[in-house]
């Protein structure tokens, strides 16, 4: 797991406590029924818990699901008391999903080039694909913006500052400078049509004309 250094008060300890469980264990209190892992979040008490646990019915819960070996969560669920805006998300089953923490990558891993419009994490700097999203997993938003609880609501707001964006004007530049190009290559396409039609004439191989040789006179008998 990569860290991010997640520091949260106390109001939102359990935050805390959901980037730090390791999820999916068996639940011992439950080791004879069948699908006993703990893949369950209490968020009033800050404890995982399996399905057959009634302790906590009545509670905040969140389901955790795993993506690519990966602990994810429900977009729906986590926006009622997160703020997962700017977080990339994932399709699971037709759902949109969020990481919890960073996925693992190698050292020297190289950005993808599939999506011209990608962009980095912010925090760890992990590859994301949409631009708009600026942190791969809520780990990283946390420990990049500031938790600020929502006195009216169960909720949490991350504000993001935002930053001017100035994609129009590199698009209109790279527009004219695409023109000018196209210019550039038609005008030296023509001209290097007219040179190849004058070395192809000036270097045509003359057709030889071979003269018909006369009958060869012989000498007078003396």
Known sequence: MVSCGVSINSKTDWLRSLLQIQFFSPCSDHQELRKNEKNLFCIDCSFEFCRHCNDHSQ????????????????????????????IQTYKING?????LNPRPQAKDAKPSTKSKTGAA???????????????????????????????????????????????????????????????????????????????STSLKPMKRVNKRKGIPSRAPCS
């Open 95 to 99: 759902e949109k999903a969020v990481h």
């Open 121 to 199: 994490c912010e925090a760890c700097g992990r590859y994301l694909q949409d631009q708009p999203n600026r942190f791969c997993s809520i780990a990283c938003k946390v420990s990049a913006v500031d938790v600020k609880p929502d006195e009216r609501s169960d909720s949490m707001e991350l504000p993001i500052p935002e930053f001017p964006d100035n994609s129009w004007k590199d698009n209109q530049n790279s527009s004219e400078a695409s023109s000018e190009e196209k210019k550039s290559t038609l005008s030296s396409t023509d001209v290097s049509e007219e040179t190849k039609t004058l070395v």
């Open 59 to 86: 509670h905040r819960s969140l389901q955790i699901c795993k993506y690519v070996y990966q602990d994810v969560v429900r977009l729906q669920e986590m926006q009622k008391h997160l703020d997962c805006s700017k």
